[in-house]
């Protein structure tokens, strides 16, 4: 799994923007530099220039507890 990130881009954060349950974020008008190009899970594309290709594609990742 990786991600391609554009380090010369420049953008503002919205609100309309947000894929996430919730519909807000704290940073909503902010002008940040740098941005995510695409998402690259178990070798297949996801995500590109702001669009979700492949929604609900990953796998929960179970741990072992271990002992310090």
Known sequence: DFTVIDLKKSWKIENSQM???SPW????QMRIQ???H???????KVF???EVLRPHCGK?????????
């Open 19 to 21: 894929k996430s349950k």
């Open 25 to 28: 974020t704290v940073f909503d």
């Open 34 to 36: 740098g941005g995510i």
């Open 38 to 44: 695409s998402v690259y899970l178990m070798g297949q």
């Open 48 to 50: 590109e220039n702001g």
């Open 60 to 68: 929960p990742v179970d741990f072992e507890p271990i002992s310090l």
